[in-house]
Structure formats: structure tokens, C-alpha cells
């Protein structure tokens, strides 16, 4: 539960300046650690928690009342014994575990091309890539299930996109709005800038002027065009 912090203002003498500084209880940061620990300290008795941090039966159950604000050693001990998050003890805020924090997004061996275009293979190998949870769902707005990684290759994006970059992709086409999409165009995967106009037709443009802008008509036949993810995030090689 997120808690509003109410902010005091006090206001200092001092020989030079008058400095004002927010004060904030620390009581209002910590709200709810209580059922926190309750939560972590599970079926184990009170004593048998306070015994394995280190401290009084006593002190604990004043922590887990609320009635005294845990130190932050006692915390610091608690995070490394249970392995749980410090900051989600404290604040309530993120994941109880840190290794709950991050997600496995699937890199795919191959290459949006930002060129001419790339056959996809029927198969291509895969290596999972760690990526902090949070950040996918708050930062950038999508679900981590639906996130792949993938590689430009050309340099018909440039210079938006380079040769080597690495993209993340949302498979997430329920809002489609203009923007960087990777496509499959007969067979082959590029990644294009997409413009939705009327009647079913898009325009696809490279943002490097000496490729030419194309018009395809999703409505007519024997049009191999699908839009495979939409591009909401690049990572450039750490020697660009």
C-alpha cells in the first residue's frame, strides 16, 4: 500500500542564512513494515525470528506492532538471512524478492534488417537476457511476455538505428499508432518506420534518405506484409 508523505517544513537560524529544510517522519516512510514482517517471519514464532536476527523477543514484537521503527541494521540483517528486498521492507514498494525483480526476455538470432531485408530462419537460436521487471512495466509500459530482443543489421535507419544495435520488441499490436515497427515483407524481416493512412494502407519509409519509401495495401491479395512487434526500446554497442 503506498503511503502519502506529509512534508513539515522547519526553518533554521544560522548566523549567515536562513535554511529551510523538509522534515519527514521516518514513521511515514515505514508504514506498514509491520505486516512486512509478519509476512516474512511466515510460521516461525516470534522468538524464533527475533533469535535468528539477533535481537529480543520483545523488540521484535514492538517492530512487527508498528510501535518502534526498525533499525536499519536489524532490516539489513533480515534482507540477507531471508533473502528478501531491502527496499520492498522498508517502503512496501517493488518486489519482496530481488531475484523476482528481474525477467527472462528471449534474444533471437537474427537480424531486423535495416536494408534490403533478412530471410528468417524457421529456427533460430534463442538466449535468454535478464531485464529488470520494473522497468519493462512501469518505464516502458509493456507486459515482459510479450518483449523479445532482436539485432538491426544495414543502415536504412540510420541514424536512429545503427548496424549492431539491439532492439527490444513488444509483440503488443493492440494500439497501432505511426512509429518503429519490425515487419515481415515477403519472407524477409526488416525493421521499417510505419505511417497508418486510410483504407488499410501503410507507408513504410527508411529514415536514412537514400532508400525509398514504399505504400503497401494491406487489403489486397497476395500481399505477403504482416507487422511482427513494434521497437520501443534500443540498446547501442557499448563501442558506438
Same mark, same amino acid.
Do not use: W
Given at each position: #500500500? %503506498? =503511503?502519502?508523505?506529509?512534508?513539515?517544513?522547519?526553518?533554521?537560524? =544560522?548566523?549567515?542564512?536562513t535554511k529551510i529544510e523538509p522534515k519527514i517522519e521516518a514513521a511515514e516512510l515505514s508504514a506498514g513494515i509491520g505486516d /512486512?514482517?509478519?509476512?516474512?517471519?511466515?510460521?516461525? =514464532?516470534?522468538?524464533?525470528?527475533?533469535?535468528?536476527?539477533?535481537?529480543?523477543?520483545?523488540?521484535?514484537?514492538?517492530?512487527?506492532?508498528?510501535?518502534?521503527?526498525?533499525?536499519?541494521?536489524?532490516?539489513?540483517?533480515?534482507? %540477507?538471512?531471508y533473502q528478501f528486498d531491502y527496499t520492498w521492507v522498508i517502503t512496501g514498494k517493488g518486489s519482496p524478492h530481488e531475484f523476482d525483480r528481474y525477467v527472462s526476455i528471449p534474444q533471437y538470432d537474427i537480424a531486423a534488417s535495416a536494408g534490403m531485408g533478412a530471410f528468417v530462419e524457421d529456427h533460430p537460436e534463442v538466449e535468454m537476457v535478464l531485464i529488470d521487471r520494473i522497468w519493462l512495466t512501469m518505464?516502458?509500459?509493456?507486459?515482459?511476455?510479450?518483449?523479445? #530482443?532482436?539485432?538491426?543489421?544495414?543502415?536504412? #535507419?540510420?541514424?536512429?538505428?545503427?548496424?549492431?544495435?539491439?532492439?527490444?520488441? =513488444?509483440?503488443?499490436?493492440?494500439?497501432?499508432?505511426?512509429?518503429?515497427?519490425?515487419?515481415?515483407?515477403?519472407?524477409?524481416?526488416?525493421?521499417?518506420?510505419?505511417?497508418?493512412?486510410? /483504407?488499410?494502407?501503410?507507408?513504410?519509409t527508411s529514415d536514412n534518405p537514400m532508400y525509398r519509401p514504399y505504400v503497401v495495401n494491406l487489403e489486397q491479395e497476395g500481399i505477403e506484409f504482416k507487422v511482427v512487434g513494434k521497437v520501443i526500446y534500443t540498446i547501442k554497442p557499448s563501442n558506438s
Open positions: #500500500m %503506498e =503511503t502519502n508523505v506529509d512534508t513539515q517544513v522547519e526553518i533554521t537560524e =544560522t548566523s549567515e542564512e /512486512r514482517l509478519l509476512q516474512i517471519r511466515g510460521k516461525r =514464532t516470534q522468538q524464533e525470528f527475533a533469535d535468528s536476527i539477533g535481537i529480543s523477543k520483545t523488540t521484535y514484537h514492538r517492530y512487527e506492532r508498528e510501535e518502534r521503527i526498525v533499525d536499519v541494521e536489524v532490516i539489513a540483517r533480515i534482507c %540477507e538471512k518505464r516502458l509500459s509493456v507486459e515482459p511476455q510479450d518483449v523479445s #530482443m532482436i539485432n538491426v543489421c544495414g543502415d536504412s #535507419m540510420s541514424p536512429t538505428l545503427g548496424h549492431g544495435d539491439v532492439l527490444l520488441v =513488444t509483440s503488443d499490436l493492440s494500439k497501432l499508432r505511426d512509429g518503429i515497427y519490425v515487419v515481415r515483407y515477403d519472407g524477409m524481416l526488416q525493421v521499417k518506420r510505419l505511417q497508418f493512412q486510410p /483504407r488499410s494502407k501503410v507507408r513504410v
